[in-house]
């Protein structure tokens, strides 16, 4: 019998520089980005079906899409459709996917998504991606074929994984591996707290292309040139295993960032924020572009428990993470 292929890519936790990476900061002024991954993950099996065509499930989602002989897509699965659509020559196989949170998560589970699909093609055909190529080709695929709003850092993160700081501009990205320390990431991690306080999913493309629009006009320039400075002194921080200090400056950046698009931070996400603050937090944000989804905040390890309690009386959906080390990766099993 034929194995079966499967592959997780992590999502990831942005903490300064996000926005940075949007079209046309990056190409008119280097873009410049700070996130890790977790271990919260979108993974995906590939199986040999010996019949014409493709399939593809998404558990979560309880959908199914089918594609024989290069006809229109019988479901609705986007970005799935559009990996498979990239690579026509790969026929006779059904993709089963899940992600480890809900849709609009602001962790960058689509980009996840993308790049564990494209891994587990490379794993089962031999295509030869390498990690750049993986995170290029899944922000063509989205930004590009499929038009989604957004910019570089999410792709980058699920290939690369670990603490990084990546570097945006026309070439190539680089990326800068932060501290190689783990007491460093472990202490920043024992600080943290993340939780789901709504899905953004219709929010996105909007906030997006508000901030492009006011970035164009040249209404936030300057919010842009401060965010990305942030990076290095939070790199800094980090390295020196500041964490207080980094956790306010948490708070600095999340100020500036709200004044990227008035549609960052809803009501809703100024009383979640509000409550974490009198409740210990030294700062925090959104994990994404804006308007809902995860919010990550910093406090003083010996209220966390009690951070946790007041977020989840407001409502919020706390969930335990770790950091991780490693980008996407895929491999071989028997049917």
Same mark, same amino acid.
């Given at each position: 019998?034929?194995?079966?292929?499967?592959?997780?890519?992590?999502?990831?936790?942005?903490?300064?520089?996000?926005?940075?990476?949007?079209?046309?900061?990056?190409?008119?002024?280097?873009?410049?980005?700070?996130?890790?991954?977790?271990?919260?993950?979108?993974?995906?099996?590939?199986?040999?079906?010996?019949?014409?065509?493709?399939?593809?499930?998404?558990?979560?989602?309880?959908?199914?899409?089918?594609?024989?002989?290069?006809?229109?897509?019988?479901?609705?699965?986007?970005?799935?459709?559009?990996?498979?659509?990239?690579?026509?020559?790969?026929? =006779?196989?059904? &993709? !089963?996917?899940?992600?480890?949170?809900?849709?609009?998560?602001? /962790?960058?589970?689509? *980009?996840? %998504? $993308?790049?564990?699909?494209?891994?587990?093609?490379?794993?089962?055909?031999?295509?030869?991606?390498?990690?750049?190529?993986?995170?290029?080709?899944?922000?063509?695929?989205?930004?590009?074929?499929?038009?989604?709003?957004?910019?570089?850092?999410?792709?980058?993160?699920?290939?690369?994984?670990?603490?990084?700081?990546?570097?945006?501009?026309? =070439?190539?990205? &680089? !990326?800068?591996?932060?501290?190689?320390?783990?007491?460093?990431? /472990?202490?920043?991690? *024992?600080? %943290? $707290?993340?939780?789901?306080?709504?899905?953004?999913?219709?929010?996105?493309?909007?906030?997006?292309?508000?901030?492009?629009?006011?970035?164009?006009?040249?209404?936030?320039?300057?919010?842009?040139?401060?965010?990305?400075?942030?990076?290095?002194?939070?790199?800094?921080?980090?390295?020196?295993?500041?964490?207080?200090?980094?956790?306010?400056?948490?708070?600095?950046?999340?100020?500036?960032?709200?004044?990227?698009?008035?549609?960052?931070?809803?009501?809703?996400?100024?009383? $979640?924020?509000?409550?974490?603050?009198?409740?210990?937090?030294?700062?925090?944000?959104?994990?994404?572009?804006?308007?809902?989804?995860?919010?990550?905040?910093?406090?003083?390890?010996?209220?966390?428990?009690?951070?946790?309690?007041?977020?989840?009386?407001?409502?919020?959906?706390?969930?335990?993470?770790?950091?991780?080390?490693?980008?996407?990766?895929?491999?071989?099993?028997?049917?």
């Amino acid at each position: 019998m034929k194995p079966i292929y499967k592959a997780k890519a992590p999502m990831r936790i942005g903490f300064f520089g996000g926005g940075t990476d949007v079209s046309p900061y990056p190409e008119e002024h280097g873009g410049k980005v700070l996130n890790c991954t977790i271990d919260k993950y979108v993974r995906c099996m590939l199986r040999p079906t010996g019949k014409p065509g493709v399939t593809i499930r998404s558990l979560d989602l309880a959908t199914i899409t089918e594609n024989v002989a290069g006809r229109q897509w019988t479901g609705n699965l986007p970005l799935p459709e559009a990996v498979m659509n990239a690579h026509p020559e790969v026929d =006779g196989v059904e &993709i !089963v996917m899940f992600s480890d949170v809900p849709p609009g998560s602001g /962790l960058g589970s689509s *980009s996840a %998504l $993308v790049v564990a699909l494209l891994k587990v093609l490379d794993a089962a055909f031999n295509l030869g991606f390498t990690p750049h190529d993986l995170a290029k080709m899944a922000y063509r695929i989205e930004r590009e074929d499929l038009g989604i709003s957004g910019g570089w850092q999410d792709q980058y993160a699920a290939a690369f994984g670990g603490m990084n700081v990546y570097h945006f501009g026309t =070439g190539d990205a &680089i !990326v800068e591996p932060v501290v190689a320390d783990d007491s460093a990431i /472990l202490e920043l991690e *024992s600080t %943290l $707290v993340i939780g789901f306080i709504g899905d953004r999913q219709m929010l996105t493309r909007n906030v997006v292309n508000d901030q492009v629009q006011r970035l164009r006009e040249g209404d936030t320039l300057r919010y842009h040139h401060e965010t990305k400075a942030f990076v290095d002194e939070a790199v800094k921080l980090l390295r020196a295993q500041r964490i207080p200090d980094f956790g306010r400056l948490l708070h600095e950046a999340w100020e500036v960032k709200k004044a990227f698009s008035p549609h960052i931070a809803s009501p809703a996400v100024d009383q $979640v924020y509000a409550i974490a603050r009198q409740h210990g937090a030294w700062g925090g944000k959104l994990s994404g572009a804006g308007g809902g989804g995860f919010m990550c905040f910093c406090c003083p390890f010996e209220r966390r428990l009690e951070l946790e309690q007041a977020l989840t009386e407001a409502g919020v959906r706390v969930r335990p993470f770790s950091f991780t080390r490693a980008g996407v990766h895929a491999w071989k099993a028997q049917p």
